[in-house]
């Protein structure tokens, strides 16, 4: 075999065992290794520059970006030369009656592999004079970092001397701060020392005056409870001997009325039916305007029945029925010692429904006694305030003769 058809031989098949035979591609490397350096050093040989690098060299930047395309379109042609090396071993016949083409492409191959050969000596040549600026930049910039930390020194310690001045003065500064300090708080513990002497003579002497006056209000106290436990003894014994004798008179009373009762029945059947009819008549009429009238009426109709009617007026200071302080008025049936609470009126509402119970309950609270009935006389009763009526205990009557003591 001939060099050229060796040369041939190598240039078709080279390709296709650089791609599939890996220990025939590492002995092509080993061998071209002294020419070219390897792609893990080339690569972290070129990452440090442009790391190092990468303000400086943005016109060198460009020329990378430029061997880049470059060798793109390399790798490119490769596999352009690739693919027709494939079609030329289906179509050998074919590539032989094209072989004159086939080594003019070659050529020109040959002559942009060498020009890309030049321009990859160019980059390294750039690489190493980039790298050359470098250490001169790099040597300049210690030179320049050397200077600043001895100006950096200087300057620490001037100010290093200026703050040790500065601290001198403040420590002399706080002693004197600290003497004067230590005198006026002796000056000051001598006046409150002082002060507090004389609040212990003056509290001293105002507790003594506290002490005899408190002694004198207890005597004048002591005066007082034992007159007022002697006026309350004697109102005690005259109230006993009042209710004694209040006690016989209604008993006689009673007697005499149940006598009285008997006989007058009858007769004042046919007057008290009169009576309500024209008194209720009145009260629908007059309204509010003849209140007072409408239960002086009733009152004496129940007087006819020896029934008395009393009419009680108390003074609510808290506002206990009224929500302020007002007078109360309550009319109460006394009968064998029965307190009765009655409201006679000439209408009601559901609201004097309640009115009439918190009058009842301060009469209690005041006197001291309990209501043993609640009793409303009217002609005129709301409906609405019968339920109310009946759930606060309080008997209703439209008429004075229907009410049952």
Request: glycine share 2%.
């Amino acid at each position: 075999m001939s060099i050229q058809q060796l040369r041939e031989s190598i240039l078709n098949e080279l390709p296709t065992l650089m791609q599939n035979d890996t220990a025939f591609r590492e002995a092509v490397i080993q061998m071209t290794r002294f020419q070219f350096a390897d792609k893990m050093e080339t690569e972290n040989r070129f990452d440090h520059v442009m790391a190092r690098l990468d303000r400086m060299m943005e016109q060198d930047r460009k020329k990378l970006e430029r061997l880049d395309r470059i060798i793109d379109e390399e790798r490119n042609i490769r596999l352009e030369n690739q693919i027709k090396w494939e079609e030329n071993q289906k179509n050998w016949a074919e590539n032989e009656r094209k072989w004159a083409e086939n080594e003019r492409k070659w050529a020109e191959n040959e002559r942009k592999w060498a020009e890309n050969q030049k321009q990859i000596v160019a980059l390294n040549t750039a690489i190493q004079n980039l790298e050359l600026r470098l250490e001169r930049k790099m040597e300049e910039d210690r030179k320049m970092w050397a200077a600043q930390q001895e100006e950096n020194r200087q300057i620490r310690a001037s100010i290093q001397q200026k703050w040790e001045e500065q601290r001198e003065q403040d420590q002399k500064k706080w002693a004197a701060f600290e003497q004067k300090w230590a005198a006026q708080q002796e000056a000051n513990d001598k006046k409150w020392a002082a002060q507090r002497e004389q609040d212990d003579k003056k509290w001293a002497a105002f507790e003594q005056k506290w002490a005899a006056q408190q002694e004198e209000n207890d005597k004048k106290w002591a005066a007082q409870r034992e007159q007022d436990d002697k006026k309350w003894a004697a109102f005690e014994q005259k109230w006993a001997a009042q209710q004694e004798e209040n006690d016989k008179k209604w008993a006689t009373q009673r007697e005499e009325n149940h006598k009285m009762w008997a006989e007058q029945k009858k007769a004042t059947e046919d007057l008290n039916r009169k009576y309500n009819q024209w008194f209720g008549a009145v009260g629908r009429r007059w309204g509010l305007h003849s209140e007072a009238s409408f239960r002086n009426a009733l009152a004496g109709i129940l007087k006819d029945f020896q029934i008395e009617v009393l009419n009680v007026t108390e003074w609510d200071e808290d506002g206990v029925v009224f929500g302020r302080p007002d007078q109360v008025e309550l009319d109460i049936i006394i009968q064998n010692g029965l307190l009765i609470a009655c409201e006679i009126k000439s209408s009601v509402s559901k609201s004097d429904m309640h009115v009439f119970e918190k009058k009842v309950r301060f009469y209690e609270q005041k006197q001291a006694r309990q209501a043993t009935r609640m009793i409303v006389i009217s002609p005129m009763v709301d409906e609405n305030a019968l339920p109310l009526a009946k759930k606060l205990g309080i008997e209703v009557y439209s008429y004075a003769e229907d009410v049952n003591l």
